[in-house]
């Protein structure tokens, strides 16, 4: 007779049995996997040694596919079957990519407001599945290490990325079966790596600078739990735009015009470009040599060369230091993550601005991945859940449309998630049985200048006078920040709901123009919300003295009096178009002088009719 293990709930029957959990850091550029061993954690390296993969897919005609270096070696010579750089589409539609189309050699398929797939000889291919490629040679190469199946993996993500972009990201981790424990914020998991490692506590700054875009993110560690206080960066700027800064002095110094270089010298250029920048962090001055021209680069003109991308950067950093409304002083450490911070001069430009010596001893190529691997390894249960808990934010407000055309923020930008909030709603027409629920992101006063995110609608509401129904919305956010909206009528308990998995989603530079936008503009759109909101108002008002006529208006009103309050009531539309709040606030004021009379009658019968066969007992 065979004997069953019985374990409490939430344990193994084999208490001592150690997980097998990893953190990956699914790059643009390239990506890497890490894991803890024992007390230690580390990349772990493919069979030639390489712990970064290029993040390139390669498609050939016998349907074999090549993942990393391979791939990224045959980018020139077959420029439409090897796809590079494809998390800049990850997740977003093709109209949001047709500005982009032009430097990418790929033939895109699909309609606007979908994904689109790429065209290979090996059929059309999306981001996803891409994706899915990249992290299912991870995967491999994890298993082949670790010498056993993985049962779970950290992700990271660009803390810009919104909710369609975390979406697209954990489905392509499922296309590759991986066990999905938790996608976390790249900078967060920057701070874990550190903030584990040297037990500090306080205000941390993540200072992001990879090969394409920059982030930055300021974090408060306290007592084992991480807070993103706030984010911010920029999305067109990176060490390609260091290396492209590079190659502009080169030709110049050369005499070389840009127009009268093919594709392959414009590629070994760069390529000429990089490897000066990355010689100088070694060096005081390079040599190089390009065509037929001879020269030197120092590193003091490299610096000079650098300084306004390096100033771009710092800029960023002002901003999120103040959304996190705190001081320079205040801010304990800086932790360098991405490639490109070994550049010198961007370790002393940023140490400078914040008054501190930048953290660099974990590898910026590596330190992302090392954090995420810490992450798996507590929720997978190798180590207790208590030791660390982390707090990402979401990067744009969200909000549902009220009438008039507007916004109403229900969570505000840089609220920390997961989280779950409500408000409260009411109906705008007497018997209305239904309202639509449309799910907004942005920053901005006005629908018009806002994202849509999901329409929904909720029915069965009981027909009661405008005003009288109470909807309660509610957001709620996951730990990977992806968005469940939820509307209920509260005396009935009629309920709907949405989850939000839009089909594309925004770019990092729509994310920072909406931000920028919402700030460039906060005073006209102060002004144009408060015209809106008295336009409803003018509205409600004709809504109500319209819906009063047409029951009793021929019973309580002479001729004279109906002629007047039509007469008024045609001045007050006439303001419907007025600009400024004041005079509609004027209109609506003359309009109830007028109509006050009428509003009196009117009472004084519903209070005859609500007493009339009942005895003054009763009452």
Same mark, same amino acid.
């Given at each position: 007779?065979?004997?069953?293990?019985?374990?409490?709930?939430?344990?193994?029957?084999?208490?001592?049995?150690?997980?097998?959990?990893?953190?990956?850091?699914?790059?643009?550029?390239?990506?890497?996997?890490?894991?803890?061993?024992?007390?230690?954690?580390?990349?772990?390296?493919?069979?030639?040694?390489?712990?970064?993969?290029?993040?390139?897919?390669?498609?050939?005609?016998?349907?074999?596919?090549?993942?990393?270096?391979?791939?990224?070696?045959?980018?020139?010579?077959?420029?439409?079957?090897?796809?590079?750089?494809?998390?800049?589409?990850?997740?977003?539609?093709?109209?949001?990519?047709?500005?982009?189309?032009?430097?990418?050699?790929?033939?895109?398929?699909?309609?606007?407001?979908?994904?689109?797939?790429?065209?290979?000889?090996?059929? +059309?291919? !999306?981001?996803? *599945?891409? /994706? %899915?490629?990249?992290?299912?040679? #991870?995967?491999?190469?994890?298993?082949?290490? &670790? @010498?056993?199946?993985?049962?779970?993996?950290?992700?990271?993500?660009?803390?810009?990325?919104?909710?369609?972009?975390?979406?697209?990201?954990?489905?392509?981790?499922?296309?590759?079966?991986?066990?999905?424990?938790?996608?976390?914020?790249?900078?967060?998991?920057?701070?874990?790596?550190?903030?584990?490692?040297?037990?500090?506590?306080?205000?941390?700054?993540?200072?992001?600078?990879?090969?394409?875009?920059? +982030?930055? !993110?300021?974090? *408060?560690? /306290? %007592?084992?739990?991480?807070?993103? #206080?706030?984010?911010?960066?920029?999305?067109? &700027? @990176?060490?390609?735009?260091?290396?492209?800064?590079?190659?502009?002095?080169?030709?110049?110094?050369?005499?070389?015009?840009?127009?009268?270089?093919?594709?392959?010298?414009?590629?070994?250029?760069?390529?000429?470009?990089?490897?000066?920048?990355?010689?100088?962090?070694?060096?005081?001055?390079?040599?190089?040599?390009?065509?037929?021209?001879?020269?030197?680069?120092?590193?003091?003109?490299?610096?000079?060369?650098?300084?306004?991308?390096? *100033?771009?950067?710092?800029?960023?950093?002002?901003?999120?230091?103040?959304?996190?409304?705190?001081? &320079?002083?205040?801010?304990?450490?800086?932790?360098?993550?991405?490639?490109?911070?070994?550049?010198?001069?961007?370790?002393?430009?940023?140490?400078?601005?914040?008054?501190?010596?930048?953290?660099?001893?974990?590898?910026?190529?590596?330190?992302?991945?090392?954090?995420?691997?810490?992450?798996?390894?507590?929720?997978?249960?190798?180590?207790?859940?208590?030791?660390?808990?982390?707090?990402?934010?979401?990067?744009?407000?969200?909000?549902?449309?009220?009438?008039?055309?507007?916004?109403?923020?229900?969570?505000?930008?840089?609220?920390?998630?997961?989280?779950?909030?409500?408000?409260?709603?009411?109906?705008?027409?007497?018997?209305?049985?239904?309202?639509?629920?449309?799910?907004?992101?942005?920053?901005?006063?006005?629908?018009?200048?806002?994202?849509?995110?999901?329409?929904?609608?909720?029915?069965?509401?009981?027909?009661?006078?405008?005003?009288?129904?109470?909807?309660?919305?509610?957001?709620?956010?996951?730990?990977?920040?992806?968005?469940?909206?939820?509307?209920?009528?509260?005396?009935?308990?009629?309920?709907?709901?949405?989850?939000?998995?839009?089909?594309?989603?925004?770019?990092?530079?729509?994310?920072?123009?909406?931000?920028?936008?919402?700030?460039?503009?906060?005073?006209?759109?102060?002004?144009?919300?408060?015209?809106?909101?008295?336009?409803?108002?003018?509205?409600?008002?004709?809504?109500?003295?319209?819906?009063?006529?047409?029951?009793?208006?021929?019973?309580?009103?002479?001729?004279?009096?109906?002629?007047?309050?039509?007469?008024?009531?045609?001045?007050?539309?006439?303001?419907?178009?007025?600009?400024?709040?004041?005079?509609?606030?004027?209109?609506?004021?003359?309009?109830?002088?007028?109509?006050?009379?009428?509003?009196?009658?009117?009472?004084?019968?519903?209070?005859?009719?609500?007493?009339?066969?009942?005895?003054?007992?009763?009452?």
């Amino acid at each position: 007779m065979a004997l069953l293990q019985i374990s409490e709930p939430g344990q193994s029957p084999a208490p001592h049995q150690r997980r097998h959990a990893v953190g990956i850091d699914l790059g643009t550029t390239n990506s890497i996997v890490a894991t803890v061993k024992g007390a230690m954690v580390e990349a772990l390296p493919d069979v030639d040694g390489q712990c970064l993969l290029p993040s390139v897919v390669r498609y050939l005609p016998n349907k074999e596919v090549v993942v990393g270096t391979l791939a990224k070696q045959a980018a020139a010579e077959d420029p439409a079957n090897t796809i590079i750089s494809v998390k800049r589409i990850m997740g977003r539609g093709k109209e949001d990519i047709d500005y982009i189309g032009n430097q990418l050699p790929y033939d895109f398929i699909g309609e606007d407001g979908q994904m689109p797939k790429i065209r290979t000889v090996a059929g +059309d291919k !999306s981001p996803v *599945e891409i /994706s %899915a490629t990249i992290l299912n040679s #991870l995967v491999n190469r994890a298993e082949l290490s &670790l @010498g056993a199946q993985l049962d779970g993996a950290v992700i990271t993500v660009p803390a810009y990325f919104d909710e369609a972009q975390r979406e697209a990201t954990k489905t392509a981790a499922q296309l590759a079966g991986i066990n999905v424990l938790r996608l976390l914020n790249e900078p967060t998991a920057a701070a874990v790596a550190y903030g584990l490692d040297e037990g500090e506590e306080g205000i941390i700054a993540v200072f992001d600078l990879g090969g394409g875009t920059f +982030d930055i !993110s300021i974090l *408060e560690l /306290s %007592a084992g739990v991480f807070e993103v #206080l706030a984010t911010g960066g920029d999305s067109a &700027l @990176g060490g390609d735009d260091f290396d492209r800064l590079i190659a502009q002095w080169i030709m110049q110094q050369a005499g070389i015009i840009d127009s009268n270089l093919s594709r392959q010298q414009v590629r070994e250029l760069m390529q000429t470009a990089c490897s000066v920048k990355e010689k100088l962090s070694d060096s005081d001055s390079v040599d190089i040599s390009f065509e037929n021209w001879q020269g030197v680069l120092s590193r003091d003109l490299l610096n000079t060369i650098v300084d306004p991308l390096i *100033e771009r950067a710092l800029r960023s950093c002002r901003r999120a230091v103040r959304d996190a409304k705190l001081e &320079l002083d205040q801010v304990k450490n800086v932790v360098m993550v991405g490639g490109s911070t070994r550049v010198p001069r961007v370790r002393t430009r940023v140490g400078e601005y914040f008054k501190t010596t930048p953290l660099v001893h974990i590898d910026p190529d590596r330190v992302v991945a090392i954090g995420a691997a810490i992450q798996a390894d507590v929720l997978i249960g190798n180590k207790p859940d208590t030791e660390m808990l982390l707090l990402d934010v979401i990067p744009l407000s969200l909000g549902i449309e009220t009438m008039g055309g507007l916004v109403e923020k229900i969570v505000p930008r840089n609220t920390t998630i997961p989280v779950a909030k409500a408000q409260e709603f009411t109906t705008y027409k007497d018997g209305q049985v239904a309202m639509a629920i449309h799910v907004l992101q942005g920053e901005r006063e006005l629908v018009s200048d806002c994202r849509s995110l999901a329409r929904f609608e909720l029915r069965g509401i009981p027909a009661m006078v405008a005003g009288a129904a109470h909807i309660r919305v509610t957001f709620q956010i996951d730990a990977d920040g992806l968005l469940q909206v939820t509307a209920k009528e509260t005396s009935s308990g009629v309920e709907a709901s949405v989850e939000v998995k839009p089909s594309y989603g925004l770019s990092d530079d729509d994310i920072a123009s909406m931000l920028a936008d919402s700030f460039d503009h906060a005073s006209e759109d102060k002004q144009a919300r408060v015209l809106q909101e008295k336009r409803v108002e003018l509205d409600r008002v004709l809504e109500s003295i319209n819906t009063a006529l047409a029951a009793d208006g021929d019973k309580l009103l002479t001729t004279e009096e109906r002629a007047e309050i039509d007469q008024a009531m045609a001045a007050l539309v006439s303001l419907r178009s007025a600009e400024e709040p004041k005079l509609i606030d004027a209109g609506i004021e003359k309009f109830m002088a007028v109509s006050e009379d009428y509003a009196m009658r009117r009472m004084d019968v519903a209070i005859k009719d609500a007493l009339q066969g009942r005895s003054i007992d009763e009452v």
